[in-house]
Each structure stands twice: as C-alpha cells, then as structure tokens.
T-cell receptor, first 129, second 106 residues
Framework: QVHLQQWGAGLLKPSETLSLTCAVYGGSFSDYSWNWIRQSPEKGLEWIAEIDHRGATSYNPSLKSRFTVSVDTSKNQFSLRARSVTAADTATYFCARARRQFGGIVAMSLTYYHYMDVWSKGTTVTVSS | DIPVTQSPSTLSASVGDRVTITCRASESISTWLAWYQQKPGTAPKLLIYKASTLESGVPSRFSGGGSGTEFILTISNLQPDDFATYYC????????FGQGTKLEIK
C-alpha cells in the first residue's frame, strides 16, 4: 500500500525559501506523476506543480515562477522549493500521487489525463515576521 | 485554467437523507472530473474519478454523473461518517478545484 510522507520547515520569515520533500513508500514511482497542492482559507485548494519520474514538469501559471519541483528517483522522493515567500504562501501543503488515464488519440498523439488518488497528511507552512 | 464552481456552499441534511452537490465547469471538460471528501485536519480523499467511476473501497451510496460542463455528486442514505466537505476537481487542463461544499448535520 502506497504511503506519502513529507517534511520541511513549518515557519518561515518573508523573503525566505520554502523547501518541502515528499517520500513515496510502496508502489511504483515511475508509473505515476507527483504533485504539490496547497490549501488556505483564502484560496481553498490550489494546485502548484507536477513532476514525473523523468523530471518532466508543469506548473500553475498563476503562481508565476517562484516554485520549482525536482525529483530524486534513487530515493523515490520529490521536492518543492519556493523562493521569496510572503504571508500569502501561508497554507497547508500536500504532496499527492496522480494516476494516469488514457484519454484517446488527439492530433495523432496519445493523450493522458491524471487525477490525484493518494495524498500525504500535509504540512502547515506559516510565513510570518 | 478551467474554473469550476460548486453549489451549494453549505448543505444541511440528516442521517438517512439523499443529497446532491453540483459542480459546473467554465468550459467542456468531457468527463475529466474527480470528487473528493475532506474532514477537518486531514487530506482530501478520492471518491470518484472520470465523473462517475467509484474509487475502490468507497461505499456505493456515493455516485457521480454528468459530462461536459455540469456534474453531480449524490450521496444516498447519509451516514454519520459522511458529514464533511466535498470538492470537485477538473483534470482536463491542469488542475482546478471547486470551492467546496460543507455537508452539515441538520
């Protein structure tokens, strides 16, 4: 049974760098994509970024370029970094596995869609001076 | 981004009731929609994917339907454990979540 365990600093000052890591225990690492999502009372659930085992990434364009995801396949881990945090980054951060579904052939290319099926317990990150 | 909007924001019901939550997408997402249940202090739990497919282990009193821009989550014969917040999520283009529907005990 797959289990996601995350860790990282929970209290940051404005302008510091947020750094979280998520370890995957059990199951395949390469058959899924791996995501970071955050939740705050102000914005609700907000997807941040996704990465696969090859290092291919996608990001929420509304979060600009402050976030970076990376993967370490030797440890079955993936990480999130965000530079120059502000109070608006205060939230509970979750890592989650995304399962792939075949979506057909579009423009002669195989298309897949992913939905999040396993989540970590989450880490509360507070940004305060 | 494809915004999704849920209604109602809050729903009061009793054990044994049947309730329906609606999710609307700003453009067609076919059936690329998931539903999650979240209880305070815990992570969202997947209930349904591809609009109507029940995740393994989820009770059959949960059901989903719809396609295109309008979707519903139905919970029949409400049990005490079902009082929680429910979210829809589209995954056709990136990922966006609805704002949530809090299901309260009447």
């Amino acid at each position: 049974q797959v289990h996601l365990q995350q860790w990282g600093a929970g209290l940051l000052k404005p302008s510091e760098t947020l750094s979280l890591t998520c370890a995957v225990y059990g199951g395949s690492f390469s058959d899924y994509s791996w995501n970071w999502i955050r939740q705050s009372p102000e914005k609700g659930l907000e997807w941040i970024a996704e990465i696969d085992h090859r290092g291919a990434t996608s990001y929420n364009p509304s979060l600009k370029s402050r976030f970076t995801v990376s993967v370490d396949t030797s440890k079955n881990q993936f990480s999130l970094r965000a530079r120059s945090v502000t109070a608006a980054d205060t939230a509970t951060y979750f890592c989650a596995r995304a399962r792939r579904q075949f979506g057909g052939i579009v423009a002669m290319s195989l298309t897949y869609y992913h939905y999040m099926d396993v989540w970590s317990k989450g880490t509360t990150v507070t940004v305060s001076s | 981004d494809i915004p999704v909007t849920q209604s109602p924001s809050t729903l009061s019901a009793s054990v044994g009731d049947r309730v329906t939550i609606t999710c609307r997408a700003s453009e067609s997402i076919s059936t690329w929609l998931a539903w999650y249940q979240q209880k305070p202090g815990t992570a969202p739990k997947l209930l349904i994917y591809k609009a109507s497919t029940l995740e393994s282990g989820v009770p059959s009193r949960f059901s989903g339907g719809g396609s295109g821009t309008e979707f519903i989550l139905t919970i029949s014969n409400l049990q005490p454990d079902d009082f929680a917040t429910y979210y829809c999520q589209q995954y056709k283009s990136s990922y966006t979540f609805g704002q949530g529907t809090k299901l309260e005990i009447k």
